[in-house]
């Protein structure tokens, strides 16, 4: 499959459930990114990867572990949710330069009961 | 601080009907920047871009830094343009690497 792929699409988890999100890019770039997109805020960036290494945490609560294990794959580890983390969660990758456009996974709709 | 503001949450026209996204921006520099769209149950995806100067879809898009502001405009809006609408420039992060700083977004209604 090309582009960028997410998986699961869809996870419905309880409070004290550890769950993963998984991330794919098949476009040779070497950033990735996790957003948070929920219905009544704006499009929020969580964490910035390039070339495997973290290089943005925009104050995420500590429930959130990202992991990059190589360039191509990108994790959310998910541990001790509250109901207002539900919403969909957006993977990205570019090139990470000015210029660069950024492509998106289809997302992973996140409802936590 | 660098801030990119889409005044509308919500706007509705007609079919037909001239269409017009704001967005302006805070910066200091000369910024690139891009309209991202995400139509329903479709992932978001590029538009265009100030650089490229280029017609999408028949949309266009031009940076006026007077106004500091690059609204997205279309003459004729169709019912397949109905979507949510970003706009975002690049910000240089700590290595050099950059990310984009995000509108809130305008949700593009086209009514028949």
């Known amino acids: 499959e090309t582009g960028v792929t997410q998986t699961p699409r869809h996870l419905v988890m309880g409070m004290t459930n550890k769950k993963s999100l998984k991330c794919e890019q098949h476009?040779?770039?070497?950033?990735m990114y996790w957003y948070k997109q929920s219905a009544k805020k704006p499009l929020e960036l969580m964490f910035v990867?390039?070339?495997?290494?973290?290089?943005e945490n925009n104050s995420v609560p500590s429930r959130f572990s990202p992991e990059c294990p190589n360039s191509s794959h990108l994790f959310l580890h998910l541990h001790t949710l509250q109901p207002e983390d539900s919403a969909l969660y957006l993977c990205a990758s570019s090139q990470g330069g000015e210029y660069e456009t950024q492509y998106f996974g289809p997302g992973t709709r996140l409802l936590v009961l | 601080a660098q801030r990119v503001t889409q005044p509308e949450k919500l706007l509705s026209v007609f079919k037909g009907a001239p269409v017009e996204l704001k967005c302006n921006y805070s910066?200091?520099?000369?910024?690139?920047l891009f309209w991202y769209v995400q139509y329903s149950r479709q992932r978001l995806q590029l538009l265009l871009r100030h650089i490229s100067r280029e017609s999408i879809k028949g949309f266009t898009a031009d940076l006026n830094k007077g106004e500091t502001s690059f609204h997205l405009k279309k003459p004729f809006a169709q019912e397949e343009d109905s979507a949510m609408y970003y706009c975002?420039?690049?910000?240089?992060?700590?290595?050099?690497?950059?990310?984009?700083?995000w509108g809130a977004g305008t949700k593009l209604i086209i009514k028949p």
């Open positions: 476009l040779g770039h070497n950033a």
């Open positions: 910066y200091s520099g000369s910024p690139e």
């Open positions: 975002a420039f690049p910000k240089r992060g700590l290595d050099s690497n950059y990310q984009l700083i």
């Open positions: 990867y390039n070339f495997k290494e973290q290089t």
